[in-house]
């Protein structure tokens, strides 16, 4: 793999001098659009959500000749999980972006490209390649510590575990947990360097658990995580290149998906600040109910909130969901990915893109990067810290104070003979309680069953429609998964409404083993 990419249009790596990529208001965020006047009460189509798949969606229809729609978004611009935030002291503020950061896999020669790579493309994102497995330095709790070895081994086995899980696939062998299958390789991390290196490749990297920001081994499908990695890495499986781009555009990673809604969508097709409360639906239509007392009817509505929103019943549904429904939303695991943006004054850490830290506890602060690399934004003073899974869930129980201390505790015991200062600025994103989102990414956990995601997809009712990265069989946790989702299931409702009536996206009523239980148990 080459050490360096050229990104696409001018790379920004100076310091922002103005208000780029501030949080604006709904009023800015429909300034950019074409008026056409508030929107109705009533249409066709009610996209909820306008983060990829509720764009792609939005777009969809347009291009099937129904622009009766409106996008409900209770944030004031359209761009999901995608978040960019200025960070730092006056003078030195960068852009960094607590959600989606990366476009994985890009375009191999001429074969097939992935559709958020053609947007950045489009709308000239600047973006620079990270590399992960070539541009790192290794410590633990004594400090610096070349491990490398360990690193590539733990490389090589999750190659291996891909390699191994596409046969299996193949046979229709029964799925495993990732560390029951880690355990069958003969591959059992024991050391704080050999698990900080599992950690790296399986809770963290794109390589198994391609959604960043998943479970633990042990709460991952080994063989959806597998094909999740081959149809975004392997151009032969029908993927797209193994280059990971990161955005350092001062506009934000979302300003993709902003510069294609000003192409079609005009003032009167989305709604924004407005939170849904309840989902009423019936043989006769949809009726939303919003925090700001807006009751909106359709004939469709399209639900693109993550599963973790779905999981937590942050929003009412009347009638409840089915028990299929229930079932499937419940199946499928929603994590949490959190890094922590520390500003200092000097520099004083690593000269590589990553550092890898391994403590006595598994995933305790063990990911960094230097955003003050050439590559980023030299001169920032910036690194950042990522946890994921059960640890983000417990440093959102911390103030800012005590993650600051967990955090320069890890970062004094990397460089024990550096006299460490604490930082000038400190931000902590919050994903797994926010109601907006509930989590980060989706992944499938251990033991994947078709049924489940076949019924995530499903229409309720020929009514309620679905869509988002965590209903993407191949591209689940992924951004091109929502374009893809929000692509699918908007032409299908175009279809039905052409049509007149249908039933949607079929379910299964009752997803079952595919052989029965033994007898002594029954």
Partial sequence: MPQIRASLGTVFLSFLAGAAAQGITSAQSLANLTYAGPPPNNTKVLILGGGMAGVIAARTLHEQCIDDFVIVDAKTELGGRMIQKPFGIPGREIVVEMGANWIHGTQCGDGPANPVWKLAQKHNLSTV?????????????NGPNNYS??????????????????????????????????????????TPQEQACEWYQVDYKCWLTLAPGMQSPSQTSWLA????????????????SDVDMMSVDPRGMAYILQAEATEFLKTNQVLFNETVEAIHYSEDGVVVLTAGGYNLTA???????????????????????????????????MGTYTKIFLQFNDTFWFKTEIGLYADKQRGRYPVWQNLDHPKYFPG?????VTVTGDYSNYIEQLNTTEVQDEVMDVLRAM?????????????????????????????????????????????????????????????????HGAYFEGQSVAREIAA?????????????ATVKNSQPYPNNLQ
């Fill in 129 to 141: 390649y990270t590399d992960f497995d070539g541009s790192i330095s290794f410590f633990d709790y």
């Fill in 149 to 190: 070895a360990v690193f590539h081994a733990s490389v090589d086995a999750a190659n291996n575990a891909t390699v191994l899980a596409g046969q299996r696939l193949w046979d229709n062998e029964v799925d495993m947990d990732l560390r029951s299958a880690y355990g069958y390789m003969g591959v059992k991390p024991k």
């Fill in 225 to 240: 995580s597998a094909w999740n990695t081959n149809f975004t890495y392997n151009p032969e499986a029908g993927g797209y």
């Fill in 299 to 333: 004939e469709h509505v399209l639900v693109t909130f993550s599963v973790g929103v779905l999981q937590n019943t942050d929003v009412v549904f009347q009638p409840a969901l089915p028990n299929w429904k229930r079932e499937a939303i419940n199946s499928i695991e």
């Fill in 380 to 384: 920032s003073g910036v690194i950042f």
């Fill in 415 to 479: 460089y024990p003979n550096v006299t460490v200062p604490d930082p000038v600025d400190i931000h902590i994103p919050t994903w797994g309680g926010n109601a907006l989102y509930r989590g980060s990414f989706s992944s499938w956990g251990a033991s994947f069953v078709p049924g489940h995601s076949d019924n995530l997809r499903a229409t309720v009712d020929g009514r309620v429609w679905f869509a988002g990265e965590a209903t993407s069989l191949k591209h689940f946790g992924l951004l």
């Fill in 496 to 508: 039905c409404i052409k049509d007149g009536q249908c039933s949607g996206i079929p379910h299964e």
